[in-house]
């Protein structure tokens, strides 16, 4: 069955430290991949997105993830988060047929 | 990124009665549209996905006749809660591919309560 997995529930972290989000998938055959964020009030942004090629994606406002077959898992990196990145964050994946499945989503709180 | 909108945004009604929820690509043609639920502090979880012109697929544990959903168009697919009950309240959520394209884009969803 296909599957999205997001270990990290809750992150709390102060302005300018650094972010790793966690993702781990379980699909078979071609996968693509996703990360999404959710702004409080706000409907879903595409922060990045991996369909081939490179395998480190860089998405908007400075956030990139890295595809890592061996390991089945698409991890979100920023170096330095703001206040402003205070999000759900939502990482997805999807087959041939489009659809997506998301994990449960990370809610990031940075302090300022 | 392609624009979808959802209407209404906000949908307050009494149990029994039905809601119907409008989602409509407003710059590209949509082959394809897909349903989702959110509960709070929750992800999202797909309830059907529709094309347009043919009947919706439906997810497992999502109740058909419940949650009607039409794609009549390549721009507006609708789903309609058939005798809301409370626990029918959520956050919907409707994204929208078009052909050869393999992201979907949200519309920015409909709060609905049922009182």
């Known amino acids: 069955a296909q599957s999205v997995s997001q270990h990290n529930h809750h992150v709390i972290l102060s302005e300018a430290a650094s972010l790793e989000l966690g993702c781990n998938y379980s699909?078979?055959?071609?996968?693509?991949l996703f990360w999404y964020v959710q702004y409080p009030g706000q409907h879903l942004q595409l922060l990045l997105k991996?369909?081939?090629?490179?395998?480190l994606v860089k998405g908007i406002k400075g956030f990139e993830a890295e595809f890592i077959k061996s390991k089945f898992s698409f991890n979100l990196r920023k170096p330095s988060v703001q206040w402003s990145d205070t999000a759900e964050y939502f990482c997805?994946?999807?087959?041939?047929?489009?659809?997506?499945?998301f994990g449960s989503g990370t809610q990031l709180t940075v302090l300022p | 990124g392609a624009v979808v909108s959802q209407h209404p945004s906000r949908v307050i009604c009494k149990s029994g009665t039905s809601v119907k929820i409008e989602c409509r690509s407003l710059?590209?043609?949509?082959?394809?549209m897909f349903w989702y639920r959110q509960f709070p502090k929750k992800s999202l979880m797909l309830m059907a996905t529709?094309?347009?012109?043919?009947?919706?697929?439906?997810e497992q544990g999502v109740e058909k006749d419940k949650f009607l959903i039409n794609h009549a168009s390549l721009t507006l697919s609708t789903l309609t809660v058939t005798s809301a009950h409370p626990e029918d309240s959520s956050f919907y959520i409707c994204?929208?591919?078009?052909?050869?394209?393999?992201?979907?884009?949200f519309g920015p969803g409909t709060r609905l309560t049922v009182l």
């Open positions: 994204s929208a591919g078009g052909q050869g394209v393999n992201e979907q884009f």
């Open positions: 699909y078979g055959g071609t996968v693509n």
């Open positions: 991996y369909f081939s090629g490179d395998p």
């Open positions: 997805a994946a999807s087959g041939s047929a489009r659809q997506l499945t």
């Open positions: 710059d590209f043609q949509a082959t394809t």
């Open positions: 529709s094309n347009e012109g043919s009947k919706a697929t439906y």
